[in-house]
């Protein structure tokens, strides 16, 4: 908030703005907890390269990725995202009301896509322990693009943090604050929701700029 209005051109104290948000109820939502889709060693467990260091000094080079689900109108939906750690950018995501490989698979191809990652260039990818991303389907995915696994240790979600705190980020202003007529509607309104958290939503990591203003000016 305090980043926002000074994007706008109002040059507040920050104790002044939470000091206002209080006085005017004004508060975040309690974030609801993740899906999780550990079964156990049922393929390959990645050696953890990332360790926890989600700093990235230009784009392609870390990237971190889960699946989380919620419930809408009774039934289970469930959404694969991958993140650029750089820009903290939302590079791919796919949803399904089946947490199966094909989820995973188009929210890779599709950052590939949007990231026009044609060629080697040493890229890490960074997931739990999730049954997905250890059989060898993934791991041909990411043999294709010669990238470097990583995965978290075991029930361990700070291992993780980023994509965590995205995915509750998402839940809380979007997901459980909207209703949807069905399945096509909301689809629709998570491309406009990714859009606008990648264009338009300010963080204070990124010196109070966007996910994809900061990619251009870095």
Same mark, same amino acid.
């Given at each position: 908030?305090?980043?926002?209005?000074?994007?706008?051109? %109002? %040059?507040?104290?920050?104790?002044? =703005?939470?000091?206002?948000?209080?006085? &005017?109820?004004?508060?975040? +939502?309690?974030?609801? #907890?993740?899906?999780?889709?550990?079964?156990?060693?049922?393929?390959?467990?990645?050696?953890?390269?990332?360790?926890?260091?989600?700093?990235? +000094?230009?784009?392609?080079? #870390?990237? =971190?990725?889960? =699946?989380?689900? %919620?419930?809408?109108?009774?039934?289970?939906?469930?959404?694969?995202?991958?993140?650029?750690?750089? !820009?903290?950018?939302? =590079?791919?995501?796919?949803?399904? $009301? !089946?947490?199966?490989?094909?989820?995973?698979?188009?929210?890779? #191809?599709?950052? %590939?896509?949007? +990231?026009?990652? &044609?060629?080697?260039?040493?890229?890490?990818?960074?997931?739990?322990?999730?049954?997905?991303?250890?059989?060898?389907?993934?791991?041909?995915?990411?043999? +294709?693009?010669?990238?470097?696994?990583?995965?978290?240790?075991?029930?361990?979600?700070?291992?993780?943090?980023?994509?965590?705190?995205?995915?509750?980020?998402? $839940?809380?202003?979007?997901?459980?604050?909207?209703?949807?007529?069905?399945?096509?509607?909301?689809?629709?309104?998570?491309?406009?929701?990714?859009?606008?958290?990648?264009?338009?939503?300010?963080?204070?990591?990124?010196?109070?700029?966007?996910?994809?203003?900061?990619?251009?000016?870095?």
């Amino acid at each position: 908030m305090y980043l926002a209005l000074r994007n706008e051109g %109002f %040059f507040i104290n920050h104790k002044t =703005v939470q000091r206002l948000m209080q006085e &005017l109820g004004l508060k975040g +939502t309690v974030r609801p #907890k993740k899906y999780r889709s550990y079964k156990g060693t049922v393929g390959y467990v990645a050696e953890n390269l990332i360790q926890r260091d989600f700093e990235a +000094t230009e784009p392609n080079q #870390k990237w =971190v990725t889960d =699946v989380t689900e %919620f419930k809408m109108n009774g039934q289970k939906i469930y959404i694969s995202a991958v993140l650029d750690l750089f !820009s903290r950018e939302i =590079v791919g995501y796919e949803v399904s $009301k !089946s947490p199966n490989f094909e989820l995973v698979q188009q929210s890779f #191809k599709k950052a %590939f896509t949007y +990231t026009k990652l &044609l060629e080697k260039n040493d890229l890490i990818i960074h997931s739990d322990q999730g049954w997905l991303y250890q059989i060898p389907r993934f791991q041909e995915l990411l043999a +294709t693009y010669e990238i470097k696994q990583s995965m978290s240790r075991k029930g361990n979600c700070l291992d993780n943090a980023v994509i965590e705190s995205f995915f509750g980020i998402m $839940k809380s202003e979007f997901l459980y604050t909207t209703t949807f007529k069905n399945y096509e509607e909301f689809k629709k309104a998570l491309a406009d929701y990714i859009y606008y958290y990648n264009h338009e939503r300010i963080k204070i990591k990124l010196n109070g700029k966007s996910p994809v203003e900061f990619r251009k000016v870095s």
